[in-house]
Structure formats: structure tokens, C-alpha cells
């Protein structure tokens, strides 16, 4: 099985890398045309299309200006270590032995607006670049049209893409699904006990995603029905509220 996830807008570039083992994205030269597009922007462009301030947008405009190949561990950083959100701190990546990341590398993948389809272990540059944003280009109207089938087709080629367990955001997982991919999806989904209700909490349920990844990674599973197995900081598999591959897992405290 292959375990899907989002990237995250907070990077951590300063944390030195706890790992040599660094490998190069499967998309660069696409990412390439797609930096070519952002530099002929304007920090006034870039605030308003990214709906930004305009720090952060100066801050970007000077990431795209600095933005260059080959990339190498002096002028970049795996992905899986660069990701600063709430995902990654459930998944907790620069607490994984090499052994852990060697696993992820097999069947974990990275969505990403500028990048495509990362594994753990590749090279990135810091960016700002969100699947949902509208940026015209020789492809269509945003980067869902930029980057059609190629990232449901890469997952296809993938040993154990049989079962694409979706631990993304909807707006990064529509990148995909639909798109070529083949095979079955299974969607968990974290519920928190709140205002009488089991709900999903945004922060929370976030964190569980990195939780579950973390889960699969240091268990070695392959099989997703073990997923079920999950019990992090309390959530339970309800098979009563589950139906089909959507899996709901709660908690209540």
C-alpha cells in the first residue's frame, strides 16, 4: 500500500538533517516551467494570487528568485525533514532511524503544488505554492490542469499502489483521485468527541494523519486492514461509523 499526504506552508529549512541519504524529485523539470511562470510575477501578482500578505509574498518572490538545479544537500533538503505542519509533527519524521525512512521512501508519498509527487528522501528548495492556486499556464487555467494524470499514473507505476491509503487534504488529493489512478482508496478519517458530537477538528485530525503514517511506517505494514490496529494519543477504529474504505477512527476525552 502507498500512504498519501499533504505538504505543509511552514518549512523548516535551519534543523540540520539527521540523514545523508537524499534522493532527487521525479518532476524537476516540470517544477522548473512552473518557477519560470512564478518569476515573471510581481510581489503585488503573488500576494493576490496566493492570497498572502505582502511579506510573505516578497518572501516567495525572493524563493523563486533564488530557485536553481542541481539541487544538493548544501542548497536543499528531504522533504520529509523540510515540512513543518501539523502533519509532520504526528509523523515526527527526524525522530525515525534510517531503517524507518528507508520503509517511507517504498510507501509513503508527498503532494505537492510545485513538485508533484515526492518521496520522503527527496531534495526540495523552500517554496510557497498551494495545488488550489489558479496559476495560468501553457496547460490550463490552474495546476490541477498543469499536472493532469502524471501524479495518479506515478502512483500507478508504484509497488503496492494496488491500495492508496489517503491521508491528504481534499484539495491536494484532487490532484489525484480521478486522475488515472488506479486501484482501490482508502480514506481514514479522525473524529474528536466535541460539543456532543464526534467531529472532525481540523488541528487534530491533521496531526492524526502524521500519526497514522508513523504508525505504518514503524510497524512495516503492507497490508491496510492492519491500519485498523491504530490507537496514537487515544483514537480507535469505530467500525460502526466506518463504511466502506472510509475508516473512522474517534476519540473521546
Not at 515540512?83 to 504526528?90: A, K, L, Q
Not at 481534499?170 to 490532484?175: D, G, I, N, V
Request: aromatic share 10%.
Amino acid at each position: 500500500m502507498i500512504l498519501v499526504i499533504s505538504p505543509a506552508k511552514s518549512l523548516d529549512f535551519t534543523t540540520p538533517a539527521h540523514t545523508a541519504a537524499a534522493t532527487q524529485p521525479e518532476f524537476l523539470t516540470e517544477s522548473a516551467r512552473l518557477v519560470k511562470e512564478l518569476r515573471a510575477l510581481s510581489v503585488d501578482q503573488v500576494a493576490g494570487l496566493m492570497g498572502i500578505s505582502d511579506d510573505l509574498a516578497a518572501l516567495n518572490v525572493g524563493r523563486f528568485a533564488q530557485w536553481k538545479r542541481p539541487f544538493t544537500p548544501a542548497n536543499a533538503k528531504q522533504a520529509v525533514l523540510a515540512f513543518d505542519g501539523d502533519v509532520y509533527g504526528g509523523l515526527d519524521a527526524p525522530g525515525l532511524g534510517q531503517g524507518d525512512l528507508d520503509f517511507a521512501q517504498e510507501h509513503l508519498r508527498i503532494l505537492s503544488g510545485l513538485y508533484g509527487c515526492l518521496r520522503p528522501l527527496d531534495l526540495i528548495q523552500p517554496y510557497r505554492l498551494e495545488m488550489k492556486t489558479r496559476l495560468g499556464n501553457a496547460r490550463g487555467a490552474d495546476l490541477y490542469a498543469f499536472w493532469g494524470d502524471r501524479l495518479g499514473r506515478c502512483l500507478n507505476r508504484l509497488p503496492g499502489a494496488g491500495v492508496v491509503v489517503n491521508l491528504a487534504s481534499a484539495e491536494y488529493f484532487k490532484a489525484v483521485a480521478g486522475k488515472a489512478l488506479k486501484g482501490r482508496v482508502v480514506t481514514p478519517v479522525f473524529e474528536d468527541w466535541s460539543r456532543g458530537a464526534y467531529r472532525v477538528m481540523g488541528f487534530y485530525a491533521k496531526r492524526a494523519r502524521g500519526l497514522m503514517c508513523r504508525y505504518a511506517i514503524q510497524g512495516r505494514l503492507e497490508e491496510p486492514e492492519k491500519l485498523q490496529g491504530f490507537k496514537a494519543e487515544g483514537y480507535r477504529f469505530d467500525r460502526k461509523a466506518s463504511e466502506g474504505d472510509r475508516w473512522v477512527f474517534r476519540r473521546k476525552t
